[in-house]
């Protein structure tokens, strides 16, 4: 973070207090040779982790709620969220649903093994779907995990027996349906 960006919180809070808060500075470049750089940028810190939390809870958040739940200025509250949308940290902002009241009531993980040749053609083709919620390519006794929504089992039949059986390559699948979904959080945190 460049100096000038910290020039409202020395003016709010004191030189000593910014100073404190200020991330360690290190030779070559100011990276800190511990901590693992993701795409060039710098590993969020505790106010960082407290703004995305805020925005995690509910993005509707004002930035001046934010910047008093982070203890910081609205400015540098601002400043931060820039940054960490810059940096590809924050990659959006959305709307938290209830599946069921969607009509939806179907939730399931599909692992699908097949022949490596093809998966760059099923990519697309799995993107298209709009029952898939997540795809994800793995390495072990799958190849491709998928996360499906659909509002009933006859659905979910018609999806694997009609359409993912019948991708290219595809050898084999198995369905794991969801039957409570007691954690689902909006954000990771590394842990300590």
Known sequence: MADGQWQDTDRREGAAEAERRRPPRFAAGGDDPDRP?????RLPDAVDEIIIGAL????????????AMANVSR???YNRIKRLT???VIRGYSVVTDHARMGLGVTAL????????????????????PEIEYCWYVVGSADIVLLVRVADTNQLRDLILTRLQALPGVTATQTLTVIDEVVHRPVVRPAD
Do not use: F
């Not at 750089?37 to 940028?41: F, I, M, S």
């Not at 599909?110 to 779907?129: F, H, T």
């Open 86 to 88: 810059d940096e590809g």
């Open 37 to 41: 750089r993701a795409r060039g940028a």
């Open 75 to 77: 400015a540098t509250a």
């Open 110 to 129: 599909v692992l699908i093994s097949g022949s490596q040749p093809d998966w760059r053609a099923n990519r697309e083709i799995l993107s298209s779907y």
């Open 56 to 67: 995690a809870e509910d993005a509707r958040t004002g930035i001046t709620e934010i910047a």
